[in-house]
């Protein structure tokens, strides 16, 4: 349940909280992991959009849950299943650590808002750029897959690890998918006309590309830009862990006055 002022905020602004339970764990790369949890409460009421995500509590040895958030993955209404994909890294922050000890059996609380999804823009733009990095891949493969067949679609994706284009991306049939060094200089200086563009990238990098976009003309309206994490330093909120349950005492029961005694 929400716990402390931000727990009472959130509940308030639509946000609902779900304990996922692990199904089931697979290493695509050495460092990205695919986790499905079974997700019985996850789909009640509430249509899963493109790029839909929440947030998750991850524990930590402080006594704190601390929230991260993570795209939601090939969701399932009907076999009420979902998976998470996590970028393992060090330093390991606290999703981090619990991601690379899930087992199946664990269980983890997540809070999903009623808002926040991709949408294809109306009037659907000339084309889409997608930046960002591993971190990005769950959201990037999402809006490939809404994104109308007839669009072109380039994806910058920064390479932080040898093996990050191991990392499977959706086909689409007009996407071109580089991975590059410095995504911000990877935008190259061409007509962007009526183009939209899509970063999620480390704070720095975003801050980088959307000065880039702004020098090559991009009007804010057509950028969608939000940093996914920060090089050295947390990002997120935190709160106190939930308390372990009182077993309540036990009472003997009252026994009657019986005749036959």
């Known amino acids: 349940m929400a716990r402390g002022y931000a727990g009472v905020m959130m509940k308030t602004l639509g946000a609902v909280e779900h304990t996922l339970t692990v199904a089931g764990v697979e290493d695509v790369t050495p460092h990205y992991r695919r986790i499905t949890f079974d997700a019985p409460t996850l789909f009640d009421g509430q249509a899963i959009e493109p790029a839909a995500w929440v947030r998750l509590w991850a524990p930590s040895d402080s006594g704190k849950e601390h929230q991260r958030g993570y795209t939601l993955v090939d969701p399932d209404p009907e076999r009420e299943r979902v998976v998470l994909e996590f970028v393992l890294h060090e330093p390991a922050g606290p999703a981090c ?6 087992e199946p059996g664990d269980t983890i609380q997540v809070t999903r808002w ?7 823009p109306d009037p659907e733009p000339a084309g889409y750029l997608l930046v960002g990095d591993a971190a990005s891949v769950p959201g990037v493969n999402a809006i490939l897959a809404a994104v109308p067949a007839g ?14 284009p191991l990392i499977p991306i959706t086909p689409h049939p007009l996407a071109e998918v580089r991975w590059v060094d410095d995504v911000a200089a990877a935008v ?31 009007p804010a309206a057509d950028v969608k ?24 005492p036990t009472v003997e029961a009252p026994r009657g006055e019986w005749r036959s005694r």
Do not use: Q
């Open 97 to 102: 650590v619990w991601a690379g000890k899930a």
């Open 114 to 120: 009623a808002s926040g999804h991709f949408a294809v």
């Open 151 to 164: 669009a072109p679609v380039l994806v910058l994706l920064e390479r932080h690890r040898d093996d990050d």
């Open 188 to 218: 190259e200086s061409r007509d962007w006309s009526d183009w939209y563009a899509w970063v999620t990238a480390e704070s720095g990098a975003t801050k980088r590309v959307k000065a880039r976009l702004k020098e090559l003309g991009f």
């Open 225 to 248: 830009a939000r940093a996914y994490w920060i090089r050295g330093k947390a990002m997120g909120v935190e709160r106190p862990a939930a308390e372990p349950p009182v077993a309540e």
